[in-house]
């Protein structure tokens, strides 16, 4: 059972653009969604999070906006620069257990 | 800034040998967690550690697998006799304590290639 489900699988925006990434997930119970960026040979790092009690969280380029009655939530980077160029995962849990990831979004920010 | 380290970067192993991945957890952190992600899939769950003991683990941590804290510092994960499909990237994280749980920190990971 794929408890969060991740699209799209690559993208491409040009400088300047609007990313965005959409994740569902499946377990009404979790109560944290981080998003992670993964560049090539490094970890996963966490990005920004947010809890259901809120609709939108921002922080600096990045913003997550949550539905929680769709049980979906989206990543958007304003702005997008070449170097945000990188894998990008979402995930859900209960807050403080596993990670449950989506598969992944390849984003790639062309000059 | 505080890392999550990670011995060795690449590991190569016949199958049928046993392998073991070593992590350095973040000093003050008190949770740690064993993911993998297959090339091109994505991060999966193993297990998770705390007060020297198994917390939470997944399907895929069968009997195969253990894992340890031997002393303050290290985290290791023993795989006993590999398998193909074991070939993947092992991620340790480690998250610190009271509301800093949820927040866990990635190292950069062991390739494990068995041949």
């Known amino acids: 059972q794929q408890q969060v489900k991740q699209s799209p699988q690559s993208l491409i925006v040009q400088k300047g653009g609007i990313s965005i990434i959409n994740c569902a997930y499946e377990?009404?119970?979790?109560?944290?969604f981080p998003w992670y960026q993964q560049f090539p040979g490094k970890g996963p790092a966490l990005l920004i999070a947010i809890r259901p009690d809120v609709s939108e969280k921002k922080e600096g380029r990045f913003t997550i906006s949550f539905n929680k009655s769709a049980k979906q939530f989206s990543l958007h980077i304003m702005d997008s620069q070449p170097g945000d160029s990188a894998t990008y995962f979402c995930?859900?849990?209960?807050?403080?257990?596993?990670?449950?990831f989506g598969k992944g979004t390849s984003l790639l920010v062309t000059p | 800034e505080p890392e999550v380290t990670q011995t060795p970067s690449h590991q190569v192993t016949q199958m049928g040998q046993e392998v073991i991945l070593r992590c350095v957890p973040i000093?003050?952190?008190?949770?740690f967690y064993w993911y993998r992600q297959i090339l091109g899939q994505k991060v999966e769950f193993l297990v998770s550690?705390?007060?020297?003991?198994?917390?939470?683990k997944s399907e895929i941590f069968d009997d195969q697998f253990s894992v340890e804290r031997p002393d303050g510092s290290n985290f290791t994960l023993k795989i006993r006799s590999t398998k193909l499909e074991d070939s993947a990237m092992y991620f340790c994280?480690?998250?610190?304590?009271?509301?800093?749980?949820?927040?866990?920190?990635f190292g950069a990971g062991t390739r494990l290639s068995v041949l």
């Open positions: 377990n009404t119970a979790f109560d944290y």
């Open positions: 995930a859900a849990s209960l807050l403080g257990y596993a990670l449950n």
């Open positions: 000093s003050n952190h008190l949770y």
């Open positions: 550690f705390y007060n020297n003991e198994i917390s939470e």
């Open positions: 994280a480690s998250s610190g304590p009271g509301i800093a749980k949820n927040i866990q920190y």
